[in-house]
């Protein structure tokens, strides 16, 4: 009775199944890469999939680290020229979801690539504390990127305000008899 069983829940495992398994594996451990804050994870996830959802690229850094990384070709900083390394898990290059996980997620992170978070966010950057600034729009995210730059460079993530401005001598009104 028990390998009957067992032989039933095989038989329902189908391709598009196995599709759907390997989507949400993928999907999470592009999360589980980006982050290692449990809150922020649904975010990431609802951010992948609103840029599924518009044909946009995912253009996430890890997928580019884990393509050199199999190639030993990863020295443990990404620069700019690695964006365009020729992987087919560089989602800055290919568009979709990689072909297959980039690493092994957590349970949070599959959760998130189960229930992403409704949001309109589109983009995301480090924050230098572990977690991202989110954006909806580009203007959002470079706004959000001068932030990331700032703090990497010791500064507060916004400038100060700019002081208020000075109060203008008022000349007034001469009166006709005033002494001259």
């Known amino acids: 009775m028990h390998r009957r069983r067992r032989a039933h829940t095989w038989t329902i495992v189908t391709p598009d199944c196995c599709s759907l398994l390997l989507r949400i594996v993928s999907l999470a451990s592009l999360v589980e890469r980006e982050t290692p804050k449990r809150e922020e994870r649904p975010l990431v996830a609802g951010v992948f999939e609103n840029r599924l959802r518009k044909g946009m690229r995912?253009?996430?850094?890890?997928?580019?680290?884990?393509?050199?990384?199999?190639?030993?070709?990863?020295?443990?900083?990404l620069m700019g020229k690695d964006l365009?390394?020729?992987?087919?898990?560089?989602?800055?290059?290919?568009?979709?979801?990689?072909?297959?996980?980039?690493?092994?997620?957590?349970?949070?992170s599959l959760r998130a690539a189960l229930r992403p978070a409704q949001t309109d966010y589109l983009y995301f950057v480090a924050n230098t504390q572990?977690?991202?600034?989110?954006?909806?729009?580009?203007?959002?995210?470079?706004?959000?990127?001068?932030?990331y730059h700032r703090l990497m460079a010791g500064l507060p993530a916004d400038p100060p305000p700019p002081p208020p401005p000075s109060p203008k001598k008022r000349r007034g009104k001469q009166h006709r008899g005033a002494a001259r």
């Open 58 to 77: 995912l253009q996430c850094d890890p997928t580019v680290i884990y393509g050199m990384e199999r190639l030993g070709k990863y020295q443990g900083t």
């Open 84 to 108: 365009s390394f020729d992987s087919l898990y560089n989602t800055y290059e290919h568009a979709g979801l990689p072909p297959g996980p980039i690493g092994n997620p957590g349970e949070a």
């Open 130 to 147: 572990g977690g991202h600034f989110f954006g909806a729009t580009l203007a959002e995210h470079n706004k959000n990127v001068v932030k």
